[in-house]
C-alpha cells in the first residue's frame, strides 16, 4: 500500500465471490480500464488472480486509482481473490477498508452462495467492514436472446450451452438478499461498461462513511454521501429486422427473350436474315422505332384479334358450373359478363378497332414505303403462332446500310444492354464491324450503345458498366411510360374486378412463370384476348405489371398492401413479396415517426395475413414494432391483442421492451428517490415560545396546562407511537 500522499485517503477494496461470476473481469475494467469483445467474454474460462502489485509497477495503473469523491482525494487499492471455497484468503481480508461481494446474474447458485458461504467468511474476519452487493454480467439478461450471442455456442462443445431464461437472476430476487442481509446492491457489466464505475464509486464512499465514524475529528469527510442509488438499466431498444431481396433475374429474363422470342410481333428483315422481336421493347429502346410503330397507317392496317368469338376467355365458364361453393379452388370468379368486357374494350385506343377475319385478310400485304435511313418499307402480314391460330405480324424491311451482323448486335444491346464479349476489346473486335454497329445504332437513336462503342474505341471499358446501368434505367422507364401509362403495342386485356389493364404476353411469359404456363399451355387463356382476372383489383394489378415490366414497385400504402402480397404469393414471385415488404416497411417508419397510432394499428393488422402469404420478414418487423410499442398497444387496443394467435401473444409478453423485470425496476427506483428526496427535504416547523412575555415567566401557564393535564380521564395510548418511528433506510 505504497505511494501515498498527504490530504488522500487510501481505500483498499477486497473482492470476493464464487469462481467465474467476474470478478477479475470487474477489476481490470476499472484499474485497467479494459474494455472488452463478446468473443472474448465468452472464450473458456480460465481461474486468474489481479495482482496487486501492479499499483507498484505500472504508473498509468496507479494513476487511474486516484480518484475525487465528495471532494475528498482518494486512491482505490483492488485486491482481487480466488472463488474456491476452501481457499484461505484471511491475508486479503486484512485492513479491507470495503468488500465487494460479487455473483453472477446467470447463476443463481453463487447468489445463494452469497448468502450460505461468503457472507459469514466476510463477518468473521470483518466485522465492521461494510459490504455492497455486486452482480455482475448484467448484459446477459438481454442478449441470452441475442443471435450474436447464440452463435458462438453452436460450433463449440455440446457440453457448453448459452444462457437460459430459467439461469437469470432478476433485480428484485438480489434485492431480497441485499435486504436480509443488509447491504447496498448494485448491478455491473464489462461489456456494456454499466455501472462499472458506479460500483466503485459507491464502495469508496461505503469506506469513507466507517471511516468517519472511527475518526470523527477529520473535517475532509464531513460530506461524504451515503452510497447513492444506482438507476435501473434499460436494455436497448431492439433493431428492427433488415429485409433482404431476392436476387433479381429481370435481365436474365430479357436475355432468354432474346435468345428464345416468343409472342413476337414484329420482325426485322436485314439482307437474307429476319430477326423476330416484339414491337414494346423496340418502341421502348430506339425512339425511331416508336415513331415507326406509331405511324397512323400502322395502327389502322394491324388488326387486333383473330376473332370475335374469341375475344373474351371462357375460363370463367370453365370454372363456375363445374364446383360448388364449398370447393376449395385457386381463382374463384363470379358469372363472366362478356358485354361489360366490350364496354371497357371500346375506352381503350389501342383496342378500338376489332376487326374480322375479312378485315384482316383485308389488311394482310398492305405496304408502305419508308423515307428513312435504316427503313424501307413496313407492311402487314398474317402468321400462325404455335397454338395455330393466325395473328398480325409486322414486317419491316430494313436498308442496306443496317447490316445484317450490326442489326443483330443492336438487337442483343436491346435486350440485355450489353455486345458480344468478342466486340468488348478492340485485339478481338473487327473494325469495320465496329463502324457498321455505330451506323446501325446512329440510325436507330441508341445513344447509349453509341457511347459503349466510343468507350471501346477510347480503350476505356472501365465506364461501360455505368453505362449499362443508365440504359436499363432508361428502358425501364420507357416501359413505363409506353406500355403501361400509354397501352401501347398490348396484346392481351384483363378483366378485373372494377376496370381491366391491358398487358404485353412476351413480357408477362418472360418474367412469371405462372403466366408463362397460363400462355404457353394448352389453356383457352393461350389464344384469348381478353383474360378474365377475379379477385384482383387495378391497384393490385397495376403494381404488379410495374414490377414484372420494370423490376421495381412504386411507393405502397400499408393499409393496401394485402392483396398485392397474395396475388405475389399466388403467382410464385418471391422478389415481389420483398420489394412490397420493402416499401410497406418504409411506409410504416415513415408513420412511426409522426407519433400516432396509425403504424401500430397497421402492424397490428398485417401480422398475422402477412405469414399466410409468406410475408416473413414484414410479419417480423411488425412484430418487432409491437414489441417496441407494447404498452401503447395494449392501452390503445387490448382486445385486439387478445383476439391475436396464442403463439403471438405469447411472443409479445416474452420481447416486450422494455421487459417487465425492468419497469418493477425502475418503479422502485422511483419509490427510492421518493423517500430520500422526503428524507432530505428540510423540515420548516416553527417551535413556540414558552419564555412569557418580557420579565413575566411562563412557569404558571406550564403549572396551568400540568394541573389540567392531571385531571383529564386517562385514555389507552400505544406503547409505541406511528408518528415516531423510524422509516427502513433506502
Known amino acids: 500500500m505504497d505511494n501515498e500522499q498527504p490530504h488522500q485517503e487510501l481505500v483498499k477494496c477486497v473482492v470476493v465471490g464464487d469462481t467465474a461470476v467476474g470478478k477479475t473481469r470487474l477489476i481490470c475494467a476499472r484499474a485497467c480500464n ?46 482481487d481473490t480466488f472463488g474456491d471455497h476452501e481457499k484461505d484468503r484471511r491475508f486479503a481480508y486484512g485492513r479491507s477498508d470495503v468488500v465487494l461481494l460479487c455473483f453472477s446474474i446467470t447463476n443463481p447458485v453463487s447468489l445463494r452462495n452469497c448468502k450460505a458461504m461468503w457472507y459469514p467468511e466476510i463477518r468473521r474476519f470483518c466485522p465492521q467492514t461494510p459490504v455492497l452487493l455486486v452482480g455482475c454480467k448484467n448484459d446477459l439478461r438481454y442478449m441470452y436472446r441475442d443471435e450474436t450471442y447464440l452463435s458462438y455456442f453452436r460450433d463449440r462443445s455440446p457440453f457448453v450451452r448459452a444462457t437460459r431464461k430459467s439461469d437469470l437472476v432478476m433485480p428484485d430476487q438480489a434485492r431480497a438478499v441485499a435486504r436480509e442481509l443488509g447491504i447496498c446492491y448494485y448491478e455491473t457489466s464489462v461489456f456494456t ?35 447513492l442509488l444506482q438507476a435501473p438499466f434499460c436494455p436497448p431498444k431492439p433493431i428492427p429486422p ?64 383473330s376473332s370475335e368469338s374469341s375475344m373474351v376467355s371462357t375460363f370463367g365458364e370453365a370454372t363456375v358450373g363445374d364446383f360448388n361453393d364449398d370447393t376449395e379452388c385457386l381463382i374463384r370468379i363470379d358469372q363472366c359478363k362478356p358485354a361489360k368486357v366490350w364496354e371497357q374494350l371500346k375506352r381503350r385506343s389501342s383496342f378500338q378497332v376489332l376487326p374480322t377475319m375479312d378485315s384482316q385478310r383485308k389488311a394482310a ?115 413505363d411510360d409506353i406500355c403501361l401509362e400509354q397501352g401501347l403495342f398490348a396484346d392481351v386485356m384483363f378483366e378485373l374486378d372494377d376496370g381491366s389493364m391491358p398487358a404485353h404476353r412476351a413480357i408477362l411469359t418472360a418474367r412469371c412463370d405462372m403466366m408463362k404456363a397460363m400462355f404457353s399451355g394448352d389453356f383457352r387463356e393461350s389464344s384469348a384476348k381478353v383474360i378474365v382476372f377475379p379477385g384482383v383489383r387495378e391497384y393490385t394489378f397495376h403494381k404488379l405489371l410495374c414490377y414484372l415490366y420494370t423490376d421495381e414497385v412504386p411507393a405502397i400504402s400499408s393499409a393496401r398492401c394485402l392483396n398485392l402480397l397474395e396475388l405475389a404469393n399466388r403467382l410464385c414471385l418471391p422478389r415481389l413479396v420483398n420489394l412490397v415488404e420493402n416499401r410497406v416497411i418504409e411506409d410504416l417508419d415513415r408513420l412511426s415517426q409522426n407519433d400516432s397510432n396509425q403504424a401500430v394499428e397497421n402492424c397490428l393488422r398485417l401480422l398475422e395475413p402477412c405469414k399466410l402469404h409468406n410475408a ?55 419509490k427510492c428517490l421518493a423517500e430520500h428526496d422526503r428524507e432530505n427535504k428540510p423540515t420548516l416547523k416553527r417551535n413556540r415560545n414558552q419564555s412569557g412575555c418580557l420579565c413575566f ?28 418511528e423510524s422509516g427502513e433506510p433506502v
Open 34 to 79: 479494459k474494455h472488452v469483445s463478446l468473443s472474448q467474454l465468452l472464450t473458456t474460462h480460465v481461474p486468474t488472480v489481479w495482482a496487486i502489485d501492479q499499483y507498484r509497477i505500472y504508473k498509468d495503473v496507479l494513476e487511474r486509482s486516484w480518484e475525487i469523491v465528495d471532494n475528498v482525494n482518494v486512491s482505490l487499492r483492488l485486491w
Open 242 to 305: 433488415e429485409v433482404s431481396l431476392a436476387p433479381s433475374t429481370y435481365e436474365e429474363n430479357m436475355k432468354a427473350l432474346w435468345t428464345r422470342p416468343v409472342h413476337t410481333d414484329v420482325t426485322l428483315i436485314a439482307g437474307n436474315c429476319s430477326f423476330p422481336a416484339h414491337r414494346c421493347l423496340l418502341a421502348a429502346a430506339s425512339p425511331a422505332f416508336h415513331r415507326l410503330f406509331s405511324m397512323e397507317l400502322v395502327q389502322e392496317l394491324t388488326p387486333r384479334s
Open 616 to 670: 416473413d420478414q414484414l410479419a417480423d418487423w411488425c412484430m418487432n414494432h409491437l414489441c417496441v410499442n407494447y404498452n401503447k398497444l395494449c392501452k390503445m387496443s387490448p382486445r385486439s391483442v387478445r383476439l391475436l394467435h396464442p403463439e403471438n401473444q405469447e411472443y409479445l409478453n416474452e420481447h416486450r421492451w422494455p421487459p417487465v423485470w425492468y419497469l418493477k425496476d425502475y418503479d422502485y427506483y422511483q
Open 193 to 227: 461498461y454499466y455501472g462499472v464505475n458506479e460500483v466503485f464509486e459507491n464502495s469508496i464512499r461505503a469506506a469513507l462513511i466507517a471511516r468517519r465514524q472511527q475518526r470523527f475529528w477529520m473535517t475532509n469527510l464531513k460530506r461524504v454521501q451515503r452510497p
Open 697 to 724: 415567566s411562563g412557569s404558571s401557564k406550564a403549572r396551568r396546562e400540568a394541573n389540567s393535564a392531571t385531571n383529564e380521564t386517562p385514555v389507552d395510548r400505544p406503547l409505541f407511537d406511528a408518528s415516531t
Open 365 to 479: 400485304g398492305a405496304m408502305r414505303e419508308l423515307n428513312h435511313p435504316a427503313f424501307q418499307n413496313i407492311r402487314i402480314s398474317l402468321t400462325e403462332n404455335s397454338h395455330g391460330v393466325q395473328q398480325p405480324t409486322t414486317i419491316v424491311t430494313l436498308s442496306k446500310l443496317v447490316t445484317p451482323q450490326a442489326m443483330q448486335q443492336c438487337l442483343q444491346f436491346i435486350y440485355t444492354g450489353s455486345l458480344d464479349k468478342r466486340y468488348h476489346d478492340l485485339q478481338t473486335a473487327p473494325i469495320g464491324l465496329l463502324l457498321e454497329i455505330r451506323q446501325a445504332a446512329e440510325f436507330l437513336e441508341l445513344p447509349q450503345l453509341l457511347m459503349v462503342l466510343s468507350s471501346i474505341q477510347t480503350r476505356e471499358q472501365f465506364i461501360n458498366s455505368d453505362l449499362n446501368n443508365q440504359y436499363k434505367q432508361v428502358v425501364r422507364q420507357r416501359l
